[in-house]
Nanobody, 134 residues
């Protein structure tokens, strides 16, 4: 049974940094796609960072590119989201997720949505609140 357990959320002032962690268990596929999503107040869940674990290729939404970094520690079955230069608009509940079939990401940008879609991700963490104050 696949399980994802997150930790590391919290409150920070604008310009600060936080790191989220996601410990995985039960993932037996060779190249899962592990990702971080966020749901901002009044918005849909948006994918902001993804990692195809075998190739080590990382992908980011435009809104976080250059500020967020996704990484993994295979020995600890853990992957991370390092968030820097945080802004109030980054305030959200952040979720880790897994797509065991490593399907291509579906990016979409509009006034209401920035990032990649969540439909192909079968497994989810419980969510971690990140609050950025100005």
């Amino acid at each position: 049974q696949v399980q994802l357990v997150e930790s590391g959320g919290g409150s920070v002032q604008a310009g600060g940094s936080l790191t989220l962690s996601c410990v995985t268990s039960g993932v037996t596929t060779i190249n899962p796609c592990m990702a971080w999503f966020r749901q901002r107040p009044g918005k849909k869940r948006e994918g902001v960072a993804a990692l195809y674990t075998l190739a080590g290729s990382a992908h980011y939404s435009n809104s976080v590119k250059g500020r967020f970094t996704i990484s993994q520690d295979k020995a600890k079955n853990t992957f991370y989201l390092r968030m820097e230069e945080l802004q109030p608009e980054d305030t959200a509940i952040y979720y880790c997720a897994a797509d065991l079939r490593s399907r291509p990401l579906k990016f979409r940008y509009s006034s209401a949505f920035e990032g990649f879609e969540s439909a192909d991700f079968e497994y989810w963490g419980q969510g971690a609140q990140v609050t950025v104050s100005s």
